[in-house]
């Protein structure tokens, strides 16, 4: 990566992050780090010593954004699929696959990518004779928004060839109908398909990725890849993390140690999913779903399983992530990481819990004690939950446990620690899209300050992957991963916080134009 020498930032608005209200005027890089901060007349004299100088003409700086959970080979793959994210009826999903189909060599997969079928007139993944006339010459791959469920053509499901006794597979007088959710989806789709992507594909999917965040003035990612999901990909990111923009920090999603203590990362896990989703009705609920009395969602590990795991990861000394959307899962990860630091005990392992979406307030507390941390998503709240009502929510889960739905204030006030991310593709890259989220929470009760919204996505960022002594806040002898933006965050209207435009970033003291990023490179 790239580092400019020595620079001195004048006239901005520098917004440490350190400390709340702390602000600078000045800022120096030298050799990729911070070498000072202060007003302009303190830090002036470096002129003499070859700094050049550069009027920000009083925009805002802050630490570079830190996403704790996205997923970069599937954001990758689904920007370059056909987006299906504003159609309104099968229909207009068969005219957009039959496009692309045009345009690609006959056998040759045409991908689809973050629909939701909730959004269309028939409130139903397209089936498999549907894609059929409309795509007969090529296998057809469609995932829906949260990824928890997809549909196939008849010619892609030749080449998977899921067994019929898939769990999830979806069948119709005993054949598949070419839609499949958890936990097949996620037991056998994802490391089917990995496996036919050549890693040139994986590659250039990887580095859109990269580049898509850096436009929203990401500079550190946490890539939850590889495992059981994609096998191989984890060895394709780490392979290439000099030739990617941004510092990214590697989380295996597998179950398998050696794996990851022979790719010698110090953590584990990810989206190791405990449960599914809320919109596909497969995260595991102590009650039923509102809407479907009879439905509870479902685990995929028992209790053995989850507890031999993360005890000998624990055990090896690795930080260690699960996905887990719902109470039930929260409760089998939460009693297996109380076991294991029983067992073992172990000072600031911070351990994360994925998406801890509908936590009890015991859990929460026991987390407190434990020392675990929360690894949330605020903006899934306006496209899942409901921006104003939680109209979506509360149609899943009945009114009663809406005050439980993300609770942010609660989780901070209890001690957790969180770190904010974005889960993309679910949803794309965009912190300040997720601090204006956890500002504005649709329950007045759960909603959070500016400022402990912004150390989601920056200083509690950088802490949940032990690093904090180089990134997270804008102080000396840190990277200098700034973003710099057109306005203050602090200043405006808090439902105007995601309109602010990105002026560029720095990574490590290098200079990037959003208007000049490419995701293609």
Not at 101 to 114: I, N
Not at 138 to 152: E, G
Not at 177 to 199: E, Q
Request: aromatic share 8%; net charge negative.
């Amino acid at each position: 990566m790239e580092i400019n020498d020595k620079k001195i930032i004048v006239n901005a608005n520098i917004i440490t992050m350190a400390e709340e209200n702390q602000r600078h005027q000045a800022l120096a890089i030298k050799d990729g780090i911070i070498a000072a901060l202060g007003a302009e007349s303190e830090i002036a004299h470096l002129i003499d010593q070859g700094f050049s100088k550069e009027d920000f003409k009083g925009r805002t700086i802050l630490p570079g954004f830190i996403d704790t959970h996205e997923h970069l080979m599937a954001t990758g793959f689904q920007e370059t699929s056909v987006h299906l994210d504003t159609v309104k009826s099968i229909d207009e999903i068969l005219e957009l696959m039959s496009e692309r189909a045009g345009m690609t060599p006959e056998g040759d997969w045409v991908y689809g990518s973050y629909l939701n079928e909730q959004n269309i007139r028939e409130k139903t993944m397209p089936p498999k004779e549907d894609l059929d006339r409309a795509v007969p010459n090529h296998p057809v791959f469609i995932t829906h928004v949260t990824r928890h469920m997809c549909a196939f053509n008849t010619k892609a499901l030749e080449i998977l060839n899921p067994p019929l006794d898939l769990e999830g597979l979806d069948k119709k007088s005993g054949s598949p109908t070419g839609v499949i959710r958890d936990p097949g989806i996620l037991t056998f789709v994802y490391p089917t398909m990995s496996k036919i992507t050549t890693d040139d594909n994986k590659f250039n999917q990887i580095f859109a990725a990269a580049n898509m965040a850096l436009n929203k003035g990401i500079t550190t990612i946490h890539a939850l890849d590889g495992g059981d999901l994609g096998q191989g990909d984890m060895l394709v990111i780490c392979n290439n993390l000099h030739r990617l923009p941004v510092h990214v920090v590697c989380y295996n999603q597998t179950m398998d140690i050696k794996e990851v203590k022979d790719l010698g990362l110090p953590r584990i896990g990810g989206c190791i999913c405990a449960d599914g989703a809320f919109e596909v009705h497969t995260a595991a609920l102590f009650e039923p779903y509102f809407d479907e009395p009879e439905n509870y969602g479902a685990l995929t590990y028992s209790q053995e399983e989850m507890d031999e795991f993360i005890l000998a990861a624990h055990g090896e000394g690795f930080q260690i992530a699960v996905h887990c959307e719902s109470e039930r899962s929260i409760e089998q990860v939460l009693w297996a990481m109380e076991k294991a630091l029983t067992k073992l005990p172990r000072n600031d392992h911070r351990h994360r819990i994925e998406h801890l979406e509908l936590p009890t307030f015991n859990q929460i507390q026991r987390m407190a004690e434990s020392g675990i941390m929360a690894s949330m998503q605020p903006a899934f709240i306006p496209p899942f939950i409901g921006e104003k009502d939680m109209g979506f929510y509360e149609a899943l889960l009945g009114k009663t446990r809406l005050k439980r739905v993300h609770p942010y204030r609660s989780i901070l006030d209890a001690g957790v620690p969180i770190s904010g991310g974005s889960d993309s593709p679910v949803t794309r890259y965009d912190p300040l899209k997720g601090i204006q989220a956890a500002v504005n929470h649709p329950n007045p009760l759960q909603r959070v300050s500016v400022f402990e919204a912004m150390q989601m996505f920056t200083s509690t960022a950088a802490f949940s992957a032990f690093e904090e002594n180089e990134k997270g806040t804008l102080e000396t002898k840190k990277f200098a991963d700034l973003v710099v933006l057109e306005n203050d965050p602090f200043n405006v209207p808090t439902d105007q916080i995601k309109d602010i435009d990105i002026h560029s970033v720095f990574v490590k003291g290098k200079q990037h134009f959003v208007n000049n990023i490419s995701d293609f490179g």
